[in-house]
């Protein structure tokens, strides 16, 4: 079908206004998020909140089917090829409509063989779902970041994320269906998502019908074959712990909540590196692509080297700010008898650590994956999620939600450090580190500042250290202004 007459250029927006919306709309969907984390323990138990984990994990795990690695490549084919999108589109959520009743059909299942009963098989169905619109969804996402206009992303993700929290988080603070209720009213959020989107994709950007032509499909898993395994590997090595802990431990629920809490801290505080990757995923791909000019080298170096810059010295902060802080901001947020030392605190000391790596993974599969490295994609994600299954299996029984979280640190090291060398090896050269003792020496400052600022209150302790970290990445100048400032185009 054809497309509305308005040209990708037309609708194009610079890399910086699309990093900064994607940033704000999960910014502010985040702290929503977060705001959910640290009032529902107050108003359910640990068994209700881990069962809630629980099923969070099993239908993502469910929910990979519907998406079998489509993001990337069909963002890149997208963006590349804008004259075939409303054939590309088609395809696509027939794919997707075909898939998400497989999903149905697997939370079915995994109820079944999980012996999952009362409040978790309730929460699997109606999260399953929310799993399956919000599938939909992303797949007009995957439109907005190919035509680069992230902000009707962030219209979407505003929505969905102020109904479940408003509406969900009100009635389960107020007593009435406690954590089922809750369910149902992610469900519905996901339904109003999908809908918005699908209506800014088909009244912006391309008007499209459901294909399910053999000949049209055969190219179209060929396309996502690869990203498939991918994804349902990467799923697996993120989601996996939560499943086995739950199994494994002897705390069970509880132990799922614990970890469960810290998880969700540590994902609401690592943000901007998803808005700044996904921002500059298409720039990405343009400039990795085989028929790119001849200074498209040394423009993807460039771009490739200012990622670490920035996304280093982002991280660095989040990881020692939360693992130096844990007990405090626990006291802070939680009554001290509802997680007393050695429950959440302890697993969101290591996993600080995570959400410092997260911040250079997203540059590692980002870059991988707009290049169209599919061997090594799989291969590198393949041996990352071997390795926390195994380090999870000897860890769990013996250290609990603490070993669950060490696992993560473990694998995710693997990732980032794997990852950088096939970078390098097949993509494009590496950052160079002139900077890194900057950064360095920037955390050691941020570290002495938190320990002598200990007697402060937290909030004042937190402002006075990263202001001297901040001017500290000044005083040593391994981050300039040209660094941050993204370029409107490369």
């Known amino acids: 079908m054809a497309s509305p007459p308005n040209s990708q250029s037309a609708h194009r927006k610079s890399l910086a206004q699309n990093a900064l919306s994607l940033f704000g709309a999960h910014f502010i969907g985040k702290v929503l998020s977060f705001g959910l984390i640290v009032f529902l323990p107050r108003f359910v138990s640990d068994e209700e909140l881990g069962a809630y984990f629980v099923a969070i994990a099993v239908t993502s795990l469910v929910g990979v089917l519907a998406e079998l690695g489509m993001r990337d490549p069909l963002i890149r084919e997208l963006h590349l090829r804008p004259e075939r999108s409303a054939e590309t589109l088609g395809v696509a959520f027939a794919f997707r409509a075909t898939m998400s009743l497989v999903v149905l059909a697997t939370c079915g299942l995994a109820v079944l063989v999980g012996g999952y009963t009362g409040l978790l098989a309730n929460l699997i169905w109606l999260l399953g779902g929310a799993e399956v619109f919000n599938g939909f969804a992303q797949l007009f996402y995957m ?5 680069e206009r992230m902000d009707y992303e962030s219209i979407c993700v505003l929505v969905e994320r102020a109904t479940v929290v408003g509406i969900g988080g009100g009635l389960v603070a107020a007593g009435t269906g406690r954590m089922s209720l809750f369910g149902a009213v992610a469900l519905g959020a996901a339904v109003a998502n999908a809908a918005i989107a699908g209506g800014y994709v088909i009244g912006r950007f391309s008007r499209f019908g459901p ?12 396309l996502l074959g690869p990203f498939a395994l991918a994804n349902i590997l990467n799923l697996i090595y993120f989601r996996i712990d939560t499943i086995l802990l739950e199994r494994w431990s002897a705390r069970s629920h509880q132990a799922v909540a614990w970890y469960g809490i810290a998880y969700s801290w540590v994902m609401a505080l690592t943000i901007f590196p998803g808005a700044a990757m996904g921002a500059a995923f298409p720039h990405l791909a343009r400039l990795s692509a085989p028929d790119a000019g001849g200074d498209a080298s040394d423009a993807l170096a460039a771009l490739y080297r200012r990622a670490w810059k920035v996304l280093l010295s982002a991280g660095v902060p989040i990881a020692v700010v939360t693992a130096t802080c844990a007990p405090r901001l626990m006291r802070f947020f939680y009554p001290a008898e509802l997680y007393p030392p050695g429950t959440v605190d302890a697993a969101l000391r290591i ?6 790596l997260l911040f250079l993974s997203a540059i590692v599969s980002n870059t991988l994956r707009a290049a169209n490295r599919r061997r090594a994609i799989v291969a590198l ?5 071997a390795i926390n299954v195994g380090a999870n299996a000897w860890a ?11 696992s993560l640190v473990l694998s995710e090291a693997f990732f980032v450090i794997a990852g950088s060398m096939t970078i390098r090896a097949q993509v494009t050269r590496g950052p160079g580190w002139r900077f890194l ?6 955390a050691a400052v941020l570290l002495g500042l938190l320990r002598l600022t200990e007697p402060l209150p937290l909030m004042a302790q937190l402002a006075c250290s990263l202001l001297g970290y ?13 660094d941050w400032a993204l370029p409107d185009s490369l």
């Open 470 to 482: 901040c001017l500290a990445l000044w005083a040593f100048r391994s981050i300039g202004r040209d």
């Open 211 to 222: 294909s399910f032509a053999w000949s049209r499909w055969r190219w179209f898993v060929g």
């Open 396 to 406: 769990i029984p013996r250290y609990d939600h603490v070993g669950a979280a060490a």
């Open 437 to 442: 003792p900057g950064i360095v020496a920037s």
């Open 351 to 356: 996993l600080a650590w995570v959400g410092g």
């Open 143 to 147: 439109v907005f970041r190919a035509r």
């Open 381 to 385: 994600v393949a041996l990352t999620a």
